[in-house]
């Protein structure tokens, strides 16, 4: 079937550190992948997104670029700020179902 | 342009009660969504609307939760009767298409707490 398996935290970093958060995927057929961002007392929203192999999705100095001989779409931001303290979630989309990862929770301190 | 909206924000009932969440996804959207997220976990989709149709609620448990769409727009999940592993945040979400790749635009969501 299809899930998604991403990197557990909680993470925590010091301002400017480089960030990785991993994700991998199974799933049938090519699907879409995602990450969600949840900042502290709001709602879901998109961060980036990927639709096939080798696309890199960018957003907020965020990027992450779907590997299909991987299996995997990991985050990364080369230098992390106080704000970008959030909850990330992987996810992936086959049209009619969609999936996310567990999440994983940032810090980042001054 | 205004977001999803939900209602009620919290909600707190015992084990056995009824209990009903409602939606109005962003004008124009044509797929709303519903999602449990219990804490600690990722959302799990419970069922998914294209216009007032369903699309996919393989993931809802039908003996107790059901949901409607019925004039296209806002929608409504219940949940009846309540059990305790019913906790969790209930979120709605809506794209403008059913589209693979299509962002989806999430709501502050409804938490439940069943007593």
């Known amino acids: 079937g299809n899930s998604v398996t991403q990197m557990e935290g909680p993470v925590t970093l010091s301002e400017e550190a480089f960030l990785t958060i991993n994700c991998t995927y199974t799933a049938t057929g090519y699907p879409s992948l995602f990450w969600y961002v949840q900042y502290p007392g709001e709602g879901l929203q998109l961060l980036l997104k990927a639709t096939k192999a080798d696309d890199k999705g960018s957003n907020k100095g965020f990027e992450a670029t779907y590997r299909k001989e991987t299996t995997s779409f990991h985050l990364e931001k080369g230098s992390v700020q106080v704000s970008d303290s959030a909850v990330y979630f992987c996810a992936l989309s086959t049209g009619n179902q969609f999936y996310f990862g567990t999440g994983t929770s940032l810090t980042v301190i001054p | 342009e205004a977001g999803v909206a939900q209602s009620p924000r919290y909600k707190i009932i015992e084990k056995r009660q009824s209990v009903a969440f409602w939606c109005n996804p962003i004008?124009?959207?044509?797929?709303l969504y519903w999602y449990q997220q219990i804490l600690g976990q990722g959302p799990k989709l419970l069922i998914q609307f294209q216009n007032n149709g369903v699309v996919d609620d393989s993931q809802l448990p039908k003996d107790r939760f059901s949901a409607e769409r019925l004039k296209g727009v806002d929608s409504t999940l219940k949940i009846q009767p309540a059990k305790l592993e019913d906790s969790a945040v209930y979120l709605c979400a809506s794209s403008f298409q059913r589209g693979q790749a299509d962002t989806q635009y999430f709501g502050p969501g409804t938490r439940l707490t069943v007593l």
């Open positions: 004008s124009g959207h044509a797929t």
